[in-house]
C-alpha cells in the first residue's frame, strides 16, 4: 500500500523560508514522478512544481519559479520542496503526488496516489 506523508509546514512571515518533506512507501519508484500541488480555501487545487524519480524532469508552475526548489533523495524515498521569500499568497495546503508514466506533471488527477497535506501559512 503506497503511503506519502508530507511534513514541514506551518506559520512563517512574508519573505520566510520553509521545506517541506514528502516521505514515499509501499511501491518501487521506476519510471514514476512526485509532485506538488496546493490548494487555497476557496479555490481549485493547482500545480506546483513536479520531479521524475530520476531527477532528470523538473517543472515548476510560473509563480514559483525563482522562488521554490524541487528535489528528491532517492534513498530516502522523500521529495522536498524548498520555499523562500514566501508570499501570504502561497498560504495554501500542500500536497504531494505520486504517479507512473505517462502523466501529465501538472494535473492532479493525472497521479495515482496523493498525500492527506500539510498547512502553509505566510502572515503579511
Known amino acids: 500500500q503506497v503511503q506519502l506523508v508530507e511534513s514541514g509546514g506551518g506559520l512563517v512571515q512574508a519573505g520566510g523560508s520553509l521545506r517541506l518533506s514528502c516521505a514515499a512507501s509501499?511501491?518501487?519508484?521506476?519510471?514514476?514522478?512526485m509532485g506538488w500541488f496546493r490548494q487555497a480555501p476557496g479555490k481549485e487545487r493547482e500545480f506546483v512544481a513536479a520531479?521524475?524519480?530520476?531527477?532528470?524532469?523538473?517543472r515548476y508552475a510560473d509563480f514559483v519559479k525563482g522562488r521554490f526548489t524541487i528535489s528528491r533523495d532517492s534513498a530516502k524515498n522523500t521529495v522536498y520542496l524548498q520555499m523562500n521569500n514566501l508570499k501570504p499568497e502561497d498560504t495554501a495546503i500542500y500536497y504531494c503526488?505520486?504517479?507512473?508514466?505517462?502523466?501529465?506533471?501538472?494535473?492532479?488527477?493525472?497521479?495515482?496516489?496523493g498525500g492527506q497535506g500539510t498547512q502553509v501559512t505566510v502572515s503579511s
Open positions: 503526488a505520486l504517479g507512473s508514466y505517462p502523466l501529465t506533471l501538472s494535473n492532479y488527477h493525472s497521479y495515482d496516489y
Open positions: 509501499g511501491r518501487s519508484f521506476i519510471n514514476v514522478a
Open positions: 520531479i521524475s524519480w530520476t531527477g532528470g524532469t523538473v
